[in-house]
């Protein structure tokens, strides 16, 4: 069942389009990622879906409800709708324990009491619980906040890079813990991001923007296997792309070869993918290969190597677990993604 529907929103600021023509669907329980690089409009889009900015025109409804923009309003905002910004917005002077309450502090005291319980439970914040915002770690600061918006039961949680501000330890295990609580709470969520690693871990779709604009909606592995042009390709993952595969005709030539005895129809949709890009998890070494591929450079990268290959007279990125040898000559296989 969908929960959010969005569509054709417009907001621009002094002849700035920020958000230009964006329909989004989210359903029920689902995680959507938000990706594009600074200015392009993943901050405005949520606050508009939070009903914190007025949409110069569209629609937004929430349960086929309309969400109500801050001019109809006394106080901006929905309350069904948390928007964590990017900032931790705890108060400094509370315990964790006492900020997670302040949100419920109309509600009755045993349920507070209960619910804040459970919170700093499924947090994992327990321990902690006592002490003041600088006393824990960012990680933990970050997931009070985040718990802190969920306090209240939101239909829909949106979080501003919510993950930015933290070292790569401390990112992955609060990927981990906030998508637990997210599930666990079943809150829908929108997440913005500029690194895609964090919506491979966490979203169920991704959304490309870029100048206020959707550039591509998808499942994160549709996008990261069909992404619509380069730009897609080399924002949602390593990939080599025609423009240094040399000419796309000797490209495809080359490849053709290579892949002789692959079925007519399987290689007319192999060669349409080339025209654009190749992952370098669609090469393999495969000894029997009559595509031959000379190693140029190897990069150890920790749980695997890339190797730069060099193929007539264009370059291919690989992966491989194995350490090859610079100069080496190999069979190489394209794979088309299943
Ligand atoms: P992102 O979050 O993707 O970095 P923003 O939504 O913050 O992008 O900004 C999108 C564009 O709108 C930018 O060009 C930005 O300068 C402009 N913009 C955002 N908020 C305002 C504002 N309050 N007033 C004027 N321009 C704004
Ligand atoms: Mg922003």
Redesign the pocket.
Known sequence: MSLLKINNLYKS??G?K??NDISITLEKGKILAIL??????????L?LIAALYEADSGTLTLDNERITPPSEKLIAGHPDIKLVRQDYGLFPNMSIRANIAYELRYYEENYRNERVDKLLDISGLAHVQYHLPRQVSGGEQQRATIVKAIAEEPKLLLL?EPFSHLDAVNKRRLKNEVLGLIKAEEVSCIF?THDVADAYAMADELLI?QN?STLQLGSPEEIYRNPINNYVAEITGEVSLSSELGTVDSAVLRFELGQAQLRTERRTALNSELRTFLRPSQIRVSEKSELKALIQKIKFLGAYYEVILQVEDFNLKMYSFEKLCIGEEIGIEIRQFD
């Open positions: 600021f002094e700035v920020a958000v594009g690089e600074s200015g392009s409009g993943k901050t405005t889009l606050h501003d913005v923007m206020g």
